[in-house]
């Protein structure tokens, strides 16, 4: 299974604000963690830089044009072919993480089946935002309401149809 997994204002899309998530919400990086436990987080290079040390459970990918910098926490590539090669060598679930324009890219791509969004309530500020997609090719099949530090939020699933 290949996927898209990311935490999203309602209804702005805000995704990141200066470098970071605009919000701290544990219940829902517990859902993340989850969720994408034993696959491949595939992300840009600058959601690499504000990722924690380590992950457990989870190995990182990194598709960068920049010069790759000594990691021994994640694997670097440097072109889409070479990372999508990699990917379907792997044989173990795959989820797109972010940036905006890995998003935009993995939207793109046949092999993604699956959206995980978090659509958090929440007024604030944003400088990043989840690319447009189509309710044409995306349909919700499962969703879930949740609360936590006075923040509702839905995690909802769409399956591309």
Known sequence: ?????????????IIGWRGRLPWHL?????????????????VGRKTWETLPPTLPGR??????QSPKPPSAQARFFSSPSSL????EAAN???????????YAWALQLPKVSRLY????????PGDTFFPPFSEKVWVVTQWEF??????????AVYERI
């Open 1 to 13: 299974m290949w996927a898209i997994v990311a935490a999203v204002s309602y209804p702005q899309r």
């Open 26 to 42: 544990p219940l829902e990086l517990r859902l993340f963690r989850q969720l994408t436990w034993g696959g491949i987080l595939v």
């Open 59 to 64: 190995e990182v990918w990194v598709l960068s």
């Open 84 to 87: 999508l090669e990699a990917l």
């Open 92 to 102: 173990r679930p795959v989820f797109f993480a972010g940036g905006a324009s890995l």
């Open 117 to 124: 969004l978090s659509w958090i309530y929440a007024q604030t």
């Open 146 to 155: 949740f609360e936590e530090k006075c923040l509702q939020f839905i995690r």
